[in-house]
């Protein structure tokens, strides 16, 4: 039986520029990426929060230039957002599998505390937190079972130019699971007993990278609910999953390619990935 | 039974600089690594050119930055190389895989036509040759059968940021296979039906990146010529190959560790290559 899943993090608007195109007042958002390719797999929770009389929602403005690896972030507008402490409602407190998408690493400890026995929690963070609350950032992943972080972010947090080390050094600190993102270059899955290799979905060109990393942990942690497994053949398979989702997102505009996104194009492209390392 | 392979290209005197380390006066030069590579797997013919009455030996000096990832050449000291028209014997014109190391274009093409009906002719290349001689460029490549590039090289050769569409154009004009590599990522095999993609062996940190792409190149026709083929399944196992001769290469100065390995080496690290990809 399928698992639940429950993700608490942002929802937002974004404005993206790419070269190519401009995109005004689209939906973003960390649990907006992430809830929409997780229930390709699983029934999701998100608790995030929204504009409402006390201010407006969080807004993210964004550059990408023509190399499309890194966002450049041309204004941000937290919002109601600013102040926001997650409140997990009991109902949710039984939650399987959990996703602490980019916050402040102090609420994602608070809130991982108010799930009661999940069977796995996985968590996202940014540059922003490895630099201004490394140490509670810490703390929390000591207490999480998966850490999904891009290949500088892992860099950074462990101080070393060797992603093999940093993951090395992340494993030691808790978490089973290790997940490098590296864009166009794949990611890579790391446990204390064996890596796994994904590539990229072979695309010609990105149209938005924005919520690759979102969509990506929402496949990882949809696979996981979906089989209801964490052993080491459901991660080597959730990380291929991740990376079929983050193309979903990355091939169109905001949410929309995750969103048109079906059960069968999933298979497809999980197919496809496999083809590219067969022997 | 095992073909032969013939390499032509440069033999030299490498200085390297590394943040760890300073050696000066080891063996280098394309055709060094690749013939030190390819002979794990077939008997090589090897034509270059070394100092004596007329010249020194071709000398280079370079060093590596912490990532490792690009040389800067500090100093070229050409040498008897200069001048250096490689005259293929007539014994060696029956060679059936043939390697064009990084040279002149218009060497590689003249070479060429001195072997008399190869199976499969690869050839690698640099920046210099795309900036200053183009034409003569396309012209041998419209020549051979595999070309074997890095990631910037392909993305120059083609003026396109996509390196599949820079994959394409050069299929285009004639070649049936197209590696792209990538340093730390791997390695991408393209071909008109298919595409492969190689992960790059799991180092912590590389010793000397030099003769990493020319080692690859030696693994990769080396398995060509072990098994006669050049069939789907043989490129794809080429390009495993060429990662597992590029590793041994990078994690030793000069040509030591691909000097030092064996065929049951490379057994091992074939199948670690296949573990790390499988689900």
Request: glycine letters at 8%; hydrophobic letters at 45%; one cysteine or more.
């Amino acid at each position: 039986m399928r698992s639940n899943i429950l993700v608490v993090g942002s929802l937002a608007y974004d404005d993206v520029q790419t070269p190519a195109e401009h995109r005004t007042d689209v939906l973003g958002g960390a649990a907006s990426y992430f809830a929409i390719a997780a229930r390709l797999y699983a029934p999701v929770r998100l608790v995030g929060v929204i504009g409402g009389r006390s201010g407006g929602s969080f807004r993210w403005l964004g550059r990408y230039d023509y190399a499309m690896n890194t966002a450049e972030t041309i204004n941000t507008d937290l919002g109601v957002f600013a102040d926001w402490q997650p409140r997990v409602p009991e109902s949710f407190a039984d939650s399987e599998f959990v996703f602490l998408a980019n916050i402040d690493p102090e609420i994602q400890l608070a809130t991982l505390r108010s799930v009661r026995a999940p069977k796995a929690v996985a968590l996202d963070t940014m540059n922003y937190w490895i630099d201004h609350k490394r140490d509670a950032l810490l703390e929390v992943i000591s207490h999480v079972d998966i850490v999904s972080v891009n290949e500088s972010e892992a860099r950074q947090l462990c101080d070393t130019i060797s992603v093999p080390k940093a993951a090395r050094d992340i494993l030691a600190r808790g978490p089973r699971a290790v997940v490098v993102k590296r864009g166009e270059y794949g990611s890579v899955l790391f446990t204390r007993s064996f890596s796994f290799w994904s590539p990229a979905f072979p695309f010609d060109e990105v149209t938005d990278p924005t919520g690759a990393g979102d969509s990506f942990a929402g496949g990882f942690l949809g696979h996981l609910a979906e089989t209801g497994s964490v052993d080491d053949r459901a991660l080597r398979r959730a990380t291929l999953h991740g990376t079929v989702c983050a193309s979903f997102a990355v091939e169109r505009f905001s949410v929309d390619g995750i969103e048109a996104a079906t059960p069968e194009d999933v298979a497809a492209r999980y197919r496809l990935l496999q083809d590219l390392v067969r022997v």
